[in-house]
């Protein structure tokens, strides 16, 4: 069974540090890869999507990378703001199953002025 | 503005009682999901539809009930036999299954009162 593990569990770090989360996964048989972002007392909100034959996916201030062999994915987020505060998800879909994501616990993110 | 709808936002419930949490979506979507999440936990699964009338029990089912009678439609049931409701519900929806990102909802928090 697959299982999602996401390190660390929380973050606090100043304005306009450069962050790596780290999303792992036990089973490199992956369909894709997601990211969402969840805000307190919120809907998740998707982020960045990798498919399996991708290496990595941008949009604005965020990068993600998807390494199968390994069983890793990180999310890069470039010079951090105080708005990017929330918890971070990550859930991988495994391939030839039921297509139905499996999500790690998160990292609660804190930017501070 | 397509999305999905959830609600109420909180609800309490007595012991005994079954309560019914809506989900509605106007973006044409076939797959529809719910999830229960506890605080520093990841999503779990408790029930998934693919289609019209049909429907998947996730990891988590027993005690709750759902239908699937119109595609933009997905209630669920927490009924009396689920003994620790208490949590933040989470609707999704995407494309079909597994193969677009998700859309959430903003969620129901439910209460034992």
């Known amino acids: 069974k697959q299982e999602v593990t996401q390190i660390p569990a929380a973050l606090s770090v100043p304005e306009g540090e450069n962050l790596v989360l780290n999303c792992s996964f036990t089973?490199?048989?992956?369909?894709?890869l997601q990211w969402f972002r969840q805000d307190p007392g919120k809907g998740l909100t998707s982020l960045l999507l990798?498919?399996?034959?991708?290496r990595e996916q941008t949009s604005g201030r965020l990068n993600a990378s998807l390494d199968k062999s390994s069983g890793r994915s990180t999310l890069y987020i470039a010079a951090s703001q105080p708005g990017d505060s929330a918890t971070y998800l990550c859930?991988?879909?495994?391939?030839?199953?039921?297509?139905?994501?499996?999500f790690g616990r998160g990292t609660s993110l804190i930017v501070h002025p | 503005d397509g999305g999905i709808t959830q609600s109420p936002k909180y609800l309490f419930r007595k012991e005994g009682q079954n309560v019914t949490l809506s989900c509605e979506q106007n973006?044409?979507?076939?797959?529809m999901y719910w999830y229960r999440q506890d605080p520093g936990q990841g999503l779990r699964l408790i029930y998934y539809?693919?289609?019209?009338?049909?429907?998947q029990k996730g990891d988590i089912a027993e005690g709750y009930s759902v239908s699937r009678e119109k595609k933009e439609s997905f209630p669920l049931t927490v009924t009396s036999a689920q003994k620790n409701p208490t949590a933040f519900y989470l609707c999704?929806?995407?494309?079909?299954?597994?193969?677009?990102?998700?859309?959430f909802g903003d969620g129901t928090r439910l209460s034992i009162l």
């Open positions: 999704a929806s995407s494309v079909d299954r597994g193969e677009q990102p998700q859309h």
């Open positions: 973006l044409n979507h076939d797959a």
């Open positions: 990798i498919q399996s034959s991708q």
């Open positions: 539809s693919q289609i019209v009338n049909d429907f």
């Open positions: 859930a991988v879909i495994a391939s030839g199953g039921s297509y139905i994501p499996t």
């Open positions: 089973d490199s048989a992956i369909y894709n």
